[in-house]
């Protein structure tokens, strides 16, 4: 199998004046073209330090990141910037769409800054929110849609620019617990479409619909394990 991530004893401190404070200490792990892999781990343990990185949002203190076979551990960041936008598309736990725009205009956002024109734009907004069930909502705000809607349409506007890598940071941590299934679902059918797909939650049984699960404490791997009634089918 093919690594997509491959973490070579990643560190990261945060410095605060001129005392460092280590985070992550010594990260190495590959995670596989297509897999769908849940990181948990308590408050604090370095979750979303991790996925920054793994995002290019952030850089590492140490170690090395090799993304789809590019060391991207080292490079400066407007070329971070590019790899960002070709291969990742990254969801937060707090949505951020714009208010003022519709669903459709919020997930073609992307393509704006790409210089797309606007048939294409929005062609591809639509094909994005057709993946995540949505294409009905496409002229709705924010306003008109429930949390579950507004986070798929969040999703859609990660996928727009069809990244390889989809990462999602707690994507669940502000929906109730049947809205967070049918987000996770959504996730699964997105890895099973061909993505691979990187997502925290502290939920035991949101977790359940990964296909793997690593466990941070403390700046380590605690664990890392296939989700036993999903090795089936993996
Ligand atoms: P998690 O997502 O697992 O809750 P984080 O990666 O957000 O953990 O944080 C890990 C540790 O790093 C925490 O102790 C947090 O306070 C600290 N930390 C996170 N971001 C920064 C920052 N920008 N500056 C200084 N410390 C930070
Ligand atoms: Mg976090």
């Known amino acids: 199998m ?22 992550l ?12 892999v849940a990181l948990m781990g308590p408050s604090g343990s370095g979750k979303s330090t991790l996925m920054n990185i793994l995002g290019c949002l952030d850089t590492p203190t140490g170690g090395k990141y090799i993304l789809n076979g590019q060391d991207v551990s ?7 910037a590019d790899v960002r936008n070709g291969e990742i598309g990254f969801v937060f736990q707090q949505f951020n769409l714009l208010p003022r725009l519709t669903a459709a205009e919020n997930v073609a956002l992307p393509l ?14 639509m094909e994005a929110l057709r993946k995540v069930g949505l294409a009905d909502r496409s002229h709705h705000k924010s306003n008109e849609m429930s949390g579950g809607q507004i986070q798929r349409v969040a ?22 617990s049947k809205t967070s299934v049918e987000v996770m679902e959504i996730f699964g059918q997105i890895q099973a479409a061909g993505n691979t797909v990187v997502l925290v939650t ?24 296939l989700n036993a009634h999903k090795e089936a089918v993996v």
């Open 2 to 23: 093919q690594s997509i991530i491959r973490l070579e004893n990643i560190t990261k401190s945060y410095f605060m004046g001129s005392q460092a404070i280590p985070v």
């Open 25 to 36: 200490k010594g990260i190495t792990l590959d995670i596989f073209k297509n897999e769908y």
């Open 74 to 80: 080292k490079m400066p960041d407007d070329s971070l």
């Open 112 to 125: 704006i800054y790409a210089g797309i024109p606007k048939k294409e734009r929005m062609e591809r907004a």
């Open 155 to 176: 999703i859609a506007r990660a996928l727009v620019n069809n990244p390889s890598l989809l990462l999602a940071d707690e994507p669940t941590g502000n929906l109730d």
């Open 202 to 225: 502290h939920e035991e049984d949101i977790a359940e619909y990964a296909k793997r699960v690593v466990r941070l404490r403390d700046g380590v791997i605690e664990t890392d394990k």
